[in-house]
């Protein structure tokens, strides 16, 4: 089976219909729609009363309807996400009862908000094997459970939300998952964090405090963000012989509109090349990326032969880069 590229034979997500705006925030902590408009090109955001499985079983069933395949035909889920229901089990092996995936093998991937990139490399290598026909990779957040609602520096940037697609070996030689490039920067880690809640030790006696909530240090982190989508995409053109011309769409992680356009000015690229739609849901983390591919599949905005690159970066630090021809 190596040799054979898998493709995207579809995609789904769900998000929660509660939004919360800018105008709402003003109201919660000191900031103001202008502040946050301007600085992260942010307007709202979706908030769950859900789980994370099940905001990610609902991004898969709509993917299934789609493409109108039966759960029962899925053989990998690789579940994205930084923000699980338990410890165990994994999301993905709730995904795989909430919809009835008898069939498939399913384990979670945690690499923030590059998790969808992880979790593609990740199956795109399994199914190339041959020991699985196809996978569902799924990135899902319910991050509105880490936010400290009352700090203001993280509380405006986060969202909610799922999305999904599923792969299996190409019938076309030349389209479909091309190249992957994944990179971590685990000495970089304190950058951005949100600790799990552990439960006191008693063998050990100590009661730490543990505080859950994300915290990060936004000016280090935006830094890091723009040379993480320039090396992820200079680095996938130039493996592939390819320019930034040959390339459709770029499909960045949706954290700050700010981010983007300095990657795009340091790329030398028009800023229409990369989609966004960050104003709407705000920093989805590993749901961001498979969110925008599936609104713009679903919009049609994509034509087969289209070269294009999905680009992830985040917390531990991780990054990478993903090139599809469509
Ligand atoms: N409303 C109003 N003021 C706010 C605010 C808010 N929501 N959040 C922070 N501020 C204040 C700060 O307290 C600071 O005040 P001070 O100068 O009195 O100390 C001031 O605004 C400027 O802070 P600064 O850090 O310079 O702002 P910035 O231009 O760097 O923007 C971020 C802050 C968080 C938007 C920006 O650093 C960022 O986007 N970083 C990357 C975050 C991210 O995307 N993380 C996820 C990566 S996957």
Redesign the pocket.
Known sequence: MFGVHNCVVGTGMYVPDKILTNDDLEKM????DE??YT??GIKERRISSEDTSVLGGKAVENLLKNIGKNPLDIDLIVFCTMSPDNNTPSCACLVQKYIGAKNATAFDVNAA?TGFIYGLVVADSLVKTGKYKNAVIVGSEVLSKLINWKD??TC??FGDGAGAVFIEPSLDVNTGILDTYTKSMGEKSDS?VSKSITIENSLIGENKEIDPYIV?D??E??KF?VSSIVESVNKILTDNNLSTDDIKYIVP?Q??IR?IESAAQRLKVSLDKFFTNLYKYG?TSGASIPIAVAEMNESKKFKKGDLIILVG??GGLTYGSVLIKW
């Open positions: 902590v000191d900031t103001s502040w946050i600085r992260t908000c203001r520096n405006v940037l951005l990060m936004g000016r982190v935006f963000a992680h954290d700050n981010i920093n970066f985040g």
